[in-house]
């Protein structure tokens, strides 16, 4: 018996166009015969449990083997197998109905993945890297004839009887000229351990080779017979497929160094399980995560029902828990759909705020069990807070109760606590309360001290979220603005009545104003005389809250935009009061006072960093000249 047709897609020839523009997705040929041939080891199965197969199930299993010489890569499953009927129905019937469809949604398509995932093609990938594709299956059913079906890759194939004796399906690929490089064990085994290394039944992975004594059939036919299978490459019971209460901490541990073996330990993790609404399993791990946390991105990995399918988890899991590690796995999460199609599918953003509510609610109860260890780690968690806070405002609401405000005594505060703590101090004139923060401590250490002089608390600002997290942070508490400990001169930071009385009249003012003016000489540096406490610098370099604000926003965001075009602009603000001032005004000499002046200017940026060059070595010969 033999019959030929023709598959059904009402167009020429598919495969051209396949193999053409998935060329560099081929690999997952692998991963989608493996995943069928998984399946049909889960059908019987289901079918057995069901009494709807009574035969003897044997041990379940899959298995990929290749033959260098032949060119041939087989995978074997002894799944429920197909009737010949079963093959013309699943197999050569592509489910879209015409070219014109294709192209069209070919179009929109970014990937193989779905290409493959939207039109059913898993089959046909392998004919991204075969000439000829073979099929010998037996169903389970009862009085089942074995099947054989070839295609060489045009839409004609044969059916004719087949010769396997176990129910089952071995799929034969002829690997093709240009993709040889399939059919190395290393390349093989690289691509089991990315797509299948969790799959839930038995893998066994080897070379085959013929055999000369026993692998003759009936009619003298050679056949294939693996005598070389390695041992079972894949884990069929992974953690997140357990129960939580089986699994003690080394189990986490041990399987997240599986994952990530260069990795330091995590800091703590979460084990998600829900079936309803959605179906989802997984382990999220919160690593120690350092300064930089770009390069940490993307290492969650994305299974459906244990295959793997991605590292690209972007649309899926909110944006800023993309710093945590582990893997999700969700049979609910559309795989083969465009981008902006992900996002407004309601089942992914059931899944996003069920995953930020999750995480919050492991912080909150780390929070509240334990708040010194918490306070420990809060190094590495704060960063991913802040984070949080920042671009999602569920996680705001939630974050807002543990997350820490650390001061440059490195106290940790909440929130409340926080307020509480400067509210007598640091309200302004007007009823407005005031944070003052450093974003860097020793460049800013002399505005500290004169804040710290006043009563003034600083607040560490100092990790990249920080810039994002200070602007945040002022829309949404109340009556409250931050300010960099640098942002004006100590006396001015809080605008308060008490300003102190000025000695000087307004004539002096005009004359040290002049005198300063004129020794600086550059265009960017205003000078302005105002009257501080007589303790604090003679001078004071500061720039403006806002403008600085604008600037970090602009240089953050990459592009310069229109504040990052602007030029720096600082403020000289002199102070009146200062011994020094009167001092210079005293003296008779032009080039003296216009020495001093920028020995004052100077000494203001030197202790900010931003004396450099030659700047910095006139300073020094001119501070010898003095003394
Ligand atoms: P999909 O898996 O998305 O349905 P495929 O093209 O990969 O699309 O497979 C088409 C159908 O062929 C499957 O749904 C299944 O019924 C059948 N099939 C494929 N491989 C096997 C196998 N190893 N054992 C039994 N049936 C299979």
């Given at each position: 018996m033999q019959e030929k047709g023709t598959i059904s897609i009402h167009t020429e020839n598919i495969f051209p166009i396949i193999k053409k523009f998935l060329y560099s997705d081929t690999e997952i040929f692998l991963r989608e015969l493996v995943s069928n041939a998984i399946d049909a080891t889960q059908k019987i199965k289901r079918l057995a449990s069901l009494g709807q197969y009574n035969g003897d199930l044997g041990d379940l299993r899959v298995e990929v083997a290749f033959d260098e010489e032949k060119k041939t890569i087989t995978i074997s499953d002894n799944g429920l197998g197909m009737t010949a009927n079963e093959i013309k129905k699943y197999i050569n019937q592509i489910a879209f109905s015409g070219a014109t469809e294709f192209m069209e949604k070919f179009k929109e398509a970014k990937d193989a993945n779905e290409i493959i995932g939207r039109f059913g093609l898993g089959f046909y990938s392998a004919f991204m890297v075969a000439d000829r594709v073979e099929i010998e299956t037996l169903s389970y059913q009862e009085g089942a004839e074995p099947a054989h079906w070839t295609c060489d890759g045009s839409t004609e194939f044969e059916i004719s009887e087949g010769s396997l004796a176990e129910r089952g399906t071995e799929i034969t690929l002829h690997i093709n000229s240009e993709s040889e490089e399939f059919l190395s064990k290393n390349r093989l085994q690289e691509i089991l351990d990315k797509y299948c290394r969790f799959l839930p039944v038995p893998i066994k992975f080897g070379t085959k080779t013929e055999s000369v004594e026993d692998g003759v059939d009936e009619e003298g036919k050679s056949k294939y017979i693996s005598v070389e299978l390695d041992n079972i490459i894949n884990d069929t019971n992974p953690i997140w497929t357990k129960a939580p209460a089986e699994l003690k901490d080394e189990d986490y541990l041990a399987f997240y160094k599986e994952l990530y073996p260069f990795s330091e330990d995590p800091l703590f993790w979460i084990h998600l399980n829900v079936d309803y609404p959605f179906n989802l399993t997984g382990v999220l791990y919160f690593p120690k995560l350092k300064k930089d946390f770009e390069i940490q991105r993307n290492k969650i990995k994305l299974f459906s029902r244990q295959v793997f399918i991605t590292d690209e988890v972007k649309d899926i899991v909110p944006e800023f828990l993309m710093l945590l590690h582990g893997i999700i796995d969700s049979p609910d999460i559309p795989l083969n759909v465009s981008r902006s199609f992900l996002q407004a599918d309601s089942n992914v953003k059931k899944i996003n705020s069920y995953i930020t509510k999750k995480v919050a609610d492991k912080l909150a109860e780390l929070f509240k069990s334990d708040r010194k260890a918490y306070e420990d780690k809060w190094t590495d968690i704060g960063l991913f807070v802040k984070y949080g806070m920042v671009s999602e405002d569920k996680f705001y609401d939630k974050a807002k109760d543990f997350v820490l405000l650390t001061n440059t005594a490195k106290e940790n505060f909440t929130l409340t606590e926080y307020k509480d703590k400067v509210e007598g101090v640091q309200?302004?004139?007007?009823g407005q309360l005031v944070y003052i923060y450093t974003n860097d401590p020793s460049k800013q250490d002399s505005f500290i001290q004169s804040a710290n002089r006043k009563g003034y608390d600083v607040l560490l600002m100092d990790s990249p979220i920080d810039t994002h997290f200070v602007s945040h942070l002022e829309q949404k508490l109340e009556k409250t603005s931050l300010k960099r400990v640098d942002a004006d001169v100590a006396d001015k930071l809080i605008k308060k009545d008490d300003a102190p009385e000025t000695v000087l009249t307004a004539d002096q003012i005009e004359k040290v104003k002049a005198i300063f003016d004129k020794s600086i000489n550059r265009p960017a540096y205003k000078v302005e005389v105002e009257s501080l406490h007589?303790?604090?610098?003679p001078v004071t370099v500061t720039m403006d809250e806002f403008m600085r604000r604008m600037k970090d926003m602009a240089a953050m965001g990459g592009g310069m935009g229109f504040y990052g075009s602007m030029p720096d602009n600082y403020k000289v603000v002199?102070?009146?009061?200062?011994k020094l001032v009167s001092r210079i005004l005293q003296d008779e000499s032009e080039e003296l006072q216009s020495q001093l002046a920028k020995q004052a200017f100077d000494l203001a940026l030197l202790s900010q960093g931003l004396l450099t060059g030659a700047d910095l070595t006139e300073f020094v010969n001119r501070s010898v000249n003095l003394i």
């Amino acid at each position: 018996m033999q019959e030929k047709g023709t598959i059904s897609i009402h167009t020429e020839n598919i495969f051209p166009i396949i193999k053409k523009f998935l060329y560099s997705d081929t690999e997952i040929f692998l991963r989608e015969l493996v995943s069928n041939a998984i399946d049909a080891t889960q059908k019987i199965k289901r079918l057995a449990s069901l009494g709807q197969y009574n035969g003897d199930l044997g041990d379940l299993r899959v298995e990929v083997a290749f033959d260098e010489e032949k060119k041939t890569i087989t995978i074997s499953d002894n799944g429920l197998g197909m009737t010949a009927n079963e093959i013309k129905k699943y197999i050569n019937q592509i489910a879209f109905s015409g070219a014109t469809e294709f192209m069209e949604k070919f179009k929109e398509a970014k990937d193989a993945n779905e290409i493959i995932g939207r039109f059913g093609l898993g089959f046909y990938s392998a004919f991204m890297v075969a000439d000829r594709v073979e099929i010998e299956t037996l169903s389970y059913q009862e009085g089942a004839e074995p099947a054989h079906w070839t295609c060489d890759g045009s839409t004609e194939f044969e059916i004719s009887e087949g010769s396997l004796a176990e129910r089952g399906t071995e799929i034969t690929l002829h690997i093709n000229s240009e993709s040889e490089e399939f059919l190395s064990k290393n390349r093989l085994q690289e691509i089991l351990d990315k797509y299948c290394r969790f799959l839930p039944v038995p893998i066994k992975f080897g070379t085959k080779t013929e055999s000369v004594e026993d692998g003759v059939d009936e009619e003298g036919k050679s056949k294939y017979i693996s005598v070389e299978l390695d041992n079972i490459i894949n884990d069929t019971n992974p953690i997140w497929t357990k129960a939580p209460a089986e699994l003690k901490d080394e189990d986490y541990l041990a399987f997240y160094k599986e994952l990530y073996p260069f990795s330091e330990d995590p800091l703590f993790w979460i084990h998600l399980n829900v079936d309803y609404p959605f179906n989802l399993t997984g382990v999220l791990y919160f690593p120690k995560l350092k300064k930089d946390f770009e390069i940490q991105r993307n290492k969650i990995k994305l299974f459906s029902r244990q295959v793997f399918i991605t590292d690209e988890v972007k649309d899926i899991v909110p944006e800023f828990l993309m710093l945590l590690h582990g893997i999700i796995d969700s049979p609910d999460i559309p795989l083969n759909v465009s981008r902006s199609f992900l996002q407004a599918d309601s089942n992914v953003k059931k899944i996003n705020s069920y995953i930020t509510k999750k995480v919050a609610d492991k912080l909150a109860e780390l929070f509240k069990s334990d708040r010194k260890a918490y306070e420990d780690k809060w190094t590495d968690i704060g960063l991913f807070v802040k984070y949080g806070m920042v671009s999602e405002d569920k996680f705001y609401d939630k974050a807002k109760d543990f997350v820490l405000l650390t001061n440059t005594a490195k106290e940790n505060f909440t929130l409340t606590e926080y307020k509480d703590k400067v509210e007598g101090v640091q309200t302004d004139k007007d009823g407005q309360l005031v944070y003052i923060y450093t974003n860097d401590p020793s460049k800013q250490d002399s505005f500290i001290q004169s804040a710290n002089r006043k009563g003034y608390d600083v607040l560490l600002m100092d990790s990249p979220i920080d810039t994002h997290f200070v602007s945040h942070l002022e829309q949404k508490l109340e009556k409250t603005s931050l300010k960099r400990v640098d942002a004006d001169v100590a006396d001015k930071l809080i605008k308060k009545d008490d300003a102190p009385e000025t000695v000087l009249t307004a004539d002096q003012i005009e004359k040290v104003k002049a005198i300063f003016d004129k020794s600086i000489n550059r265009p960017a540096y205003k000078v302005e005389v105002e009257s501080l406490h007589p303790e604090e610098l003679p001078v004071t370099v500061t720039m403006d809250e806002f403008m600085r604000r604008m600037k970090d926003m602009a240089a953050m965001g990459g592009g310069m935009g229109f504040y990052g075009s602007m030029p720096d602009n600082y403020k000289v603000v002199v102070n009146g009061n200062h011994k020094l001032v009167s001092r210079i005004l005293q003296d008779e000499s032009e080039e003296l006072q216009s020495q001093l002046a920028k020995q004052a200017f100077d000494l203001a940026l030197l202790s900010q960093g931003l004396l450099t060059g030659a700047d910095l070595t006139e300073f020094v010969n001119r501070s010898v000249n003095l003394i």
